[in-house]
């Protein structure tokens, strides 16, 4: 068990004040922005702190308010998301401002059981929001704070265990302390991103670790169980860059599904002879691409091409024609933004 809680809060937060980092969400001494809040812990879901912070930034500047995003088009906000991943967030995010504002009269409601009735916001966004961004008494369990309070207790047991997982929400619960309520938890978040990390716990210099069981019994550094990575499937794809004098041929994803809405050049799989939508000549392999997610890999062989017509063919809605300056306020996956900058090459260009 750990020492006497308030014990336990005074140190974090004593270390929490000289040793947080400097991130544009935080505000010192009051309570965090809510909307702050909300967009800063959609971006963070699968996503590294180093990579948010300038993404936030840019994000913050072009929709300053909940009510600026609620009124944006989804075209837009997956444009200024792009780069992120994981796109869902993005419509999801811009789902919960067009929710408050019906809803809630453009104000996040303070309440964490309200805030899990919202587009994208579970149980522990929904605490980080009412916690960080009202001062509520509500606990959070993200990976990070999961991983300290499992070290804290020794609990060796499968976090994703349901009986482990309510151990653990009441774990959360039990050491809050009575103020300071979202400094507490965001210090427990910075505690399992900075020192009591996945791997090689710094718990030398842990500010709390006379209140460890694992660190006590030597085996901080066995919680959680470090498991061997599966090999991710490689899926090969043939993208297909069709220029019809200074514009190229461009297509818009599926509404559902990965990179949905978003727009890309003529893709298809590498495998088979699935037909293009226009007659090109001369295609040319002008290089490839590769790209990762968290369960699968991609490879594009990128070839340029021009469509045989030069009057532009009639073609479906999911489909047109842009130049390259048009193509920057175009959401296009990550693969597609490196295969837009090949097309920018003199070489290919100046055809």
Not at 186 to 214: F, K, N, W, Y
Request: proline share 7%.
């Amino acid at each position: 068990m750990l020492l006497r809680p308030s014990d336990f809060s005074r140190r974090l937060l004593r270390w929490y004040d000289v040793a947080h980092r400097d991130l544009p969400w935080r505000v010192r001494g009051v309570h965090r922005a809510p909307y702050h809040v909300l967009v800063s812990e959609f971006m963070l879901q699968q996503t590294q702190v180093a990579t948010v912070v300038p993404y936030f930034q840019r994000f913050m500047q072009r929709y300053a308010t909940l009510a600026e995003l609620a009124a944006a088009d989804e075209q837009e906000v997956l444009r200024h998301w792009q780069g992120l991943g994981y796109y869902a967030r993005a419509r999801n995010l811009l789902r919960c401002a067009r929710q408050v504002v019906r809803e809630h009269n453009g104000e996040l409601p303070p309440d964490a059981a309200t805030l899990q009735n919202l587009a994208g916001i579970g149980r522990y966004t929904a605490g980080a929001i009412s916690s960080i961004g009202f001062g509520k008494r509500v606990p959070i369990l993200d990976a990070n704070v999961t991983r300290v309070i499992r070290r804290l207790d020794k609990i060796e047991a499968d976090p994703k265990d349901r009986n482990v997982q309510e151990q653990l929400w009441r774990r959360a619960e039990e050491i809050l302390p009575r103020r300071r309520v979202g400094d507490f938890n965001s210090a427990l978040m910075e505690l399992g991103a900075l020192i009591c990390t996945p791997r090689s716990p710094d718990c030398l210099i842990c500010p709390v670790r006379m209140h460890c069981q694992a660190f006590a019994a030597g085996i901080a550094d066995r919680i959680p169980v470090q498991k061997k990575k599966a090999r991710t499937p490689l899926l090969r794809r043939q993208t297909f860059c069709i220029r019809n004098g200074r514009r190229w041929l461009i297509q818009q994803r599926p509404p559902t599904g990965r990179w949905a809405g978003m727009w890309q050049f003529i893709t298809r799989p590498a495998e088979g002879e699935a037909p293009l939508p226009v007659k090109i000549t001369d295609p040319k392999l002008i290089g490839s691409v590769s790209h990762a997610l968290t369960h699968r890999r991609y490879e594009f062989e990128v070839f340029a091409c021009e469509s045989a017509r030069k009057a532009s063919p009639k073609l479906p809605e999911s489909m047109r024609w842009v130049s390259l300056v048009e193509l920057e306020n175009v959401p296009l996956p990550r693969p597609h933004v490196l295969i837009a900058k090949m097309l920018s090459a003199p070489a290919i260009r100046g055809k």
